[in-house]
């Protein structure tokens, strides 16, 4: 059966398909093959490298406190960094041009600044202008720098994704009387978070995976900070490197498949499942255009 996407391959397409699987595979099982004998020939692959591992010191002691760390700043930075992009991705759009001007400075200033520059630009700020505790500071420079980056991106995510929305939808509220703000946050907001969810997610991951930053430049006791000071006391360099680069994937595994059931959920959770109609394909009502409903003018009342 043919889709709307692409056709059903035919006996010949199959079989290429089939053949380039099975070049694949090879080359990839040679590939694995090749770095284990590298480490083999390194001795990499002794049991004492990876014995450690097995016991609890290396989890409670080293993994888990650093794992704790990294989600707990990943965290904060999420639960900051989204609303506050939201907040600006909306004011990028408003009707006024000073809110737009103001909003849109902000967001490409910390946007084409490297997240590492701005941990280590606030960790200078909270050194010389505050009070905070030398144990506390690398935990706030790292979510203040991840704060303010992510919530750039994500104001673009957002203003993306309210764009990509018909513009029909807008002038359909407005026709029943709703104002920009009730349009907003009623109408093109539910229906925007679909179409937004997946860029927020790798948004999300990028953040977990940048708290190592804090930990290579500021000492913060992430996850690969504590893999540091377990192989500085184990001798095991590149076993640590592969065990955190699993809790790593484990990690990220884990959020992009509650992601993938959070946007299943909310496209069940939808009235229509159909797609969303654009205004050439929406009758207009006659009555709707002659003033009908109130005084013809726009009711969209006040604007951003």
């Not at 590492?116 to 706030?140: C, G, K």
Request: proline share 4%; hydrophobic share 50%; glycine share 8%.
């Amino acid at each position: 059966m043919s889709s709307v996407l692409y056709d059903t391959p035919g006996p010949r397409a199959k079989r290429r398909n089939v053949l380039l699987s099975v070049a694949f595979t090879l080359l990839l099982l040679l590939l694995l093959w090749w770095v284990w004998q590298k480490m083999d020939d390194k001795n990499q692959l002794e049991w004492n490298l990876w014995e450690p591992f097995t016991t609890s010191e290396a989890w409670t002691t080293y993994l888990f406190p650093g794992l704790g760390n990294t989600l707990k700043a990943a965290a904060i930075s999420m639960v900051i960094a989204l609303p506050l992009g939201a907040v600006f991705g909306i004011a990028r759009m408003s009707d006024h041009a000073w809110v737009r001007g103001a909003a849109g400075t902000v967001v490409e200033f910390f946007r084409a600044i490297p997240v590492l520059l701005l941990m280590l630009f606030a960790n200078e700020f909270y050194v010389r202008s505050t009070d905070i505790s030398s144990e506390q500071r690398p935990l706030y420079a790292v979510v203040t720098g991840l704060v303010l980056y992510n919530a750039s991106v994500l104001a673009e995510v957002v203003r993306a994704g309210i764009l990509s929305l018909p513009k029909g939808q807008t002038e359909a509220a407005y026709a029943v009387g709703l104002r920009k703000g009730q349009t907003m946050t009623s109408i093109l907001l539910p229906q925007a978070v679909t179409a937004m969810l997946p860029a927020i997610v790798s948004q999300l991951v990028v953040i977990v995976k940048d708290t190592a930053l804090g930990g290579v430049m500021l000492g913060f006791t992430e996850l690969l900070n504590a893999r540091q000071t377990l192989a500085a006391n184990y001798a095991n360099v590149i076993p640590s490197f592969i065990v955190v680069a699993i809790v790593y994937i484990i990690v990220n595994f884990l959020l992009t498949s509650f992601a993938s059931w959070l946007e299943q959920r909310l496209r069940r959770s939808k009235k229509s499942t159909g797609a969303v109609l654009g205004e050439d394909t929406v009758e207009v009502n006659p009555a709707a255009v002659r003033g009908t409903y109130g005084t013809g003018e726009n009711t969209g009342g006040g604007a951003f």
